[in-house]
């Protein structure tokens, strides 16, 4: 009983609300939320498209495998020798750089619908996600590796060997997963703990 007099206490001193509650918006909560849900909406984009590869005709120049999109994707760091590696760990890191690439671009999504849409409608929200999604596909595609992926390894590789609807679905699906995690990512303010007695 002691402990929760003193819970009650020390939050009585703090005006109700102890010292360490975020006062306004908590942007590290939405940076830390956007980062682990990213990862969440970046496994579904991959499982996703693994899944399409072996029900969908590949590629011009690509066999069928479940991975070639990680291989094309590959072709950023490593160049036109990705699209024929075999190599287990080469494509394990691939797989990790999109995971890791999903935690990134979780954040951005994360904190649109917590500052933009904060009432929780599912509608608005869907239609936010949506159109963060779309136009992360048409930077990412058009707008920087169209121009950046040549320069730096000298082919465009990503943009031309992903067709276009496929660039376009992983992304959405990526902002569709994350707007079905936002509830996991919502921050509930601290409330006083009320004792027994």
């Known amino acids: 009983m002691e402990s929760t007099d003193r819970v009650s206490e020390v939050s009585a001193s703090a005006g109700g609300k102890p010292p360490w509650a975020p006062r306004g918006y ?16 970046a496994a579904t984009s ?3 498209n693994i899944i399409g ?7 011009a120049g690509l066999g069928p495998d479940p991975l070639n ?12 020798p990705a699209l024929a590696t075999t190599n287990g760990v080469a494509l394990a890191i691939g797989c990790c750089l999109y995971l890791a690439t999903g935690t ?3 954040i951005p999504f994360q904190i649109a619908q917590s500052k933009c849409v904060p009432d929780g409608d599912f509608v608005k929200r869907f239609k936010l996600v949506t159109g963060l999604a779309v136009g992360l596909w048409i930077v990412n595609f058009y ?13 465009r590789w990503i943009v ?5 609807w496929v660039g376009l679905t992983t992304h959405l699906v990526f902002g569709w997963t994350m707007l079905l995690v936002y509830p996991l ?13």
């Open 46 to 48: 991959l499982v996703f």
């Open 26 to 41: 908590y942007a590290a909560y939405d940076l830390l939320a956007g980062s682990v849900l990213g990862l969440f909406g």
């Open 104 to 106: 990134l671009l979780g």
């Open 69 to 80: 999109l990680i291989r094309v994707y590959l072709t950023f760091p490593l160049g036109e």
């Open 185 to 197: 990512g919502v921050f509930k303010p601290y409330r006083q703990f009320e004792s027994k007695t």
């Open 143 to 155: 707008l920087i590796l169209s121009w950046l992926q040549p320069l730096l390894f000298g082919g």
């Open 53 to 59: 590869a072996l029900l969908v005709a590949p590629p």
């Open 160 to 164: 031309d060997l992903i067709p276009w």
